[in-house]
T-cell receptor, first 113, second 114 residues
Framework: DGGITQSPKYLFRKEGQNVTLSCEQN?????MYWYRQDPGQGLRLIYY???????QKGDIAEGYSVSREKKESFPLTVTSAQKNPTAFYLC????????????FGEGSRLTVL | AQSVAQPEDQVNVAEGNPLTVKCTYS??????LFWYVQYPNRGLQFLLKYITGDNLVKGSYGFEAEFNKSQTSFHLKKPSALVSDSALYFC????????????FGKGTRLSVIA
């Protein structure tokens, strides 16, 4: 089936460790996105990419890094510089940046111990 | 800059009654507007969108939304609520003229009581 796969679904990390969240899509979409979701704050954009080998910072990029080496893949690294990394992370893709709806993965819940 | 406001954190409605989840937006030009639904510990699912044309947009699961340009609103509605409609609902906007990603509201939790 076509869709977006995020892994792992649950992840625990010790303070000071980097962690990478995987996002893969087989929808042949050009644009991919990472959002962070915290209770009562909605979705906040971390990074997005409109094309391979190019990406832009969103509203809360500090402490995060991404790469877009393949059209299908857009991994997110949560670095030790992120002050409050415990959150629900959502990856999405769209076929068209402006008019296309976003297709979301099932999310990854990161907990820092 | 573009923004979305969902003025109600929580909406409660009895099963079988009509429901409305409110959304207002702000863009410098004309908007593209979207509604999404999220069930616990899941990703967001697309419900409907307004791009152009008829102000009344019909979407999945019997939901519809009305675009009102003068009031800059895009309220989500359903004539008869189901308990299974209980979820978190997000409104999102993008400026037609811009080349920027969707901006989401903070979400409204809908609780349908049997």
């Amino acid at each position: 089936d076509g869709g977006i796969t995020q892994s792992p679904k649950y992840l625990f990390r010790k303070e000071g460790q980097n962690v990478t969240l995987s996002c893969e899509q087989n929808l042949n979409h050009d644009a991919m996105y990472w959002y962070r979701q915290d209770p009562g704050q909605g979705l906040r954009l971390i990074y997005y990419s409109q094309i391979v080998n190019d990406f832009q910072k969103g509203d809360i990029a500090e402490g995060y890094s991404v790469s877009r080496e393949k059209k299908e893949s857009f991994p997110l690294t949560v670095t030790s510089a992120q002050k409050n990394p415990t959150a629900f992370y959502l990856c999405a893709s769209s076929g068209q940046l402006n008019t296309g709806e976003l297709f979301f993965g099932e999310g990854s819940r990161l907990t820092v111990l | 800059a573009q923004s979305v406001a969902q003025p109600e954190d929580q909406v409660n409605v009895a099963e079988g009654n009509p429901l409305t989840v409110k959304c207002t937006y702000s863009v410098s030009g004309n908007p593209y507007l979207f509604w999404y639904v999220q069930y616990p510990n899941r990703g967001l699912q697309f419900l409907l969108k307004y791009i152009t044309g008829d102000n009344l947009v019909k979407g999945s699961y019997g939901f519809e939304a009305e675009f009102n340009k003068s009031q800059t609103s895009f309220h989500l509605k359903k004539p008869s609520a189901l308990v299974s409609d209980s979820a978190l609902y997000f409104c999102a906007v993008r400026d037609i003229a811009g080349n920027t990603p969707l901006v989401f509201g903070k979400g409204t939790r809908l609780s349908v009581i049997a």
